[in-house]
Each structure stands twice: as C-alpha cells, then as structure tokens.
C-alpha cells in the first residue's frame, strides 16, 4: 500500500472506527475501545491475508492515560504496512504558535518476533480550523525505535542531528506522500520510554525554518507500524498526553 493511501485510510478510521465492549479483545480492521481521554484502534490498514493482529485494552484506573496491548503475526509483502495498533489522544485543537508543551509519557514493551516494525509518535497539523476536514497538512512522525529495514519517507537533512533534554538523538528527513508534508525524526538509538515534551521537536522545525507556527494540531498517536512478524506482541503499560 502507498504511503498516501495508508494516511488517508487512518484518517478515516478516527470517523468509521467501530466501538467494541470495552472488555474485550478486539480483531477487527476498523475495531476501537474508547477509554477515558482516548481511542484505541487495532487499525489493518493494510491488512494482508498471510496473518491476523487482535487488540485488548488495558485498564490503568485512571481516565487520563490508557494501555493497551497488541498482538499480530504477519508474513510476505515485508515491504508493505500491515497494520498501525494506536492510541489517540482527544483535545481540542489548537495554534501552534498558542501551544506551550506537549507533555507525553509512554511506557511500552515488545515481546515475540517482531522482524520489522517502527514505534511512533505521530502528530498531526492542518492550515486553520476551517480545514479540520481536510486532509492533513503535515504530519511529524517521532520513530522512538525500529526493527529491520524499516525506513523514512523522503531525504534526510545535512542539518546537525536534533537533541533532547533526555540524551537521544534524533535524524531528520523530509519528505512528500501525495498528501502530506512528512517530517520523521528518527532516534539514532532505540529508546525504551518516552517521558517528556514532544513540542520540542516542532519548536525545532520553527526555529530552522521547516515548519510555520500558523499550523494548527489537530491530532496526537501514538503505537506501532508492523511489517512483518511471528507471535509478535506490543504492549503499553501507560500512554498519557497532555497538550498545554
């Protein structure tokens, strides 16, 4: 499946996504539990006949974060998406030059064989609220670990690798998918937790001229793109965003 296609599918999935009992594990391509502030989705957005993905949610006692755990085993195609297991965060949407931080912690662990995958944070912006039913302008994509061959869309910049606060290092690469501006950074090492503001990378794209301040957030995800695996297993303990 094409990269503009896959977007324009898991856009669609936020507005045809069907509820199951929050109890029980969910297999279904457009399958979600809403939990407190979020949705979680089992999302085949490429769904291939040579496997199966189910989803449970995790109850965590707390309406302001979520878990969930996935499960999937897929084979052939390895350059095809298969499937894309998220949360997303509910808030009302907002200027970027208006936001202050985008707190985010997000505990997870992989099991299994998991032979080609990526785990993301993906953020998304469009022009101004009239556009709110559009297609995305842009999306940031923050890949915080990956297996196999997995790559970004578009070039990466000769620009210096980006830093954070909490010591990881991040490449950059830009790229167009038909639809949307991509912006990806990808951690130069796996990172095994997330604890912090993931607005510092957009600040970053401001201040070297790679992204206008005008844009407005419309959406926040985050879970894992899976290729190809074996009895693979992905699971958080607690995703929780907070938009300020």
């Not at 998406?81 to 949407?93: C, L, M, R």
């Not at 794209?205 to 894992?224: M, N």
């Amino acid at each position: 499946m094409q990269l503009k296609q896959f977007i324009g599918v898991t856009a669609l999935f936020a507005s045809i996504a069907t509820a199951v009992p929050i109890n029980k594990e969910f297999c279904g391509t457009e399958d979600s539990v809403q939990y407190g502030d979020y949705n979680v989705y089992n999302n085949l957005v490429g769904r291939s006949k040579s496997g199966t993905q189910c989803t449970r949610l995790i109850k965590t006692g707390q309406t302001d974060n979520v878990g969930w755990s996935t499960t999937w085993s897929w084979s052939g195609e390895e350059k095809k998406i298969k499937s894309f297991a998220n949360a997303a965060y509910h808030f009302e949407p907002k200027v970027i030059s208006d936001i202050k931080s985008i707190l985010i912690n997000w505990n997870w662990s992989t099991g299994g064989v998991v032979k080609k995958s990526n785990v993301a944070l993906e953020l998304y912006t469009y022009a101004s609220p009239e556009d709110s039913e559009k297609d995305y302008d842009y999306k940031i994509s923050i890949w915080l670990g990956k297996t196999g061959s997995t790559k970004p869309l578009g070039n990466r910049l000769d620009s210096p690798i980006f830093s954070t606060g909490d010591g990881n290092e991040y490449q950059i690469y830009i790229g167009y998918n038909g639809v949307q501006n991509v912006v990806t950074f990808v951690a130069t090492k796996q990172v095994k937790e997330f604890d912090g503001d993931a607005f510092s990378f957009i600040r970053h794209l401001i201040d070297t001229d790679h992204f206008p301040d005008s844009q407005v957030l419309g959406a926040i995800r985050g879970g894992i793109t899976a290729y190809v695996g074996d009895k693979a297993t992905f699971t958080t303990k607690s995703f929780q965003v907070s938009v300020n």
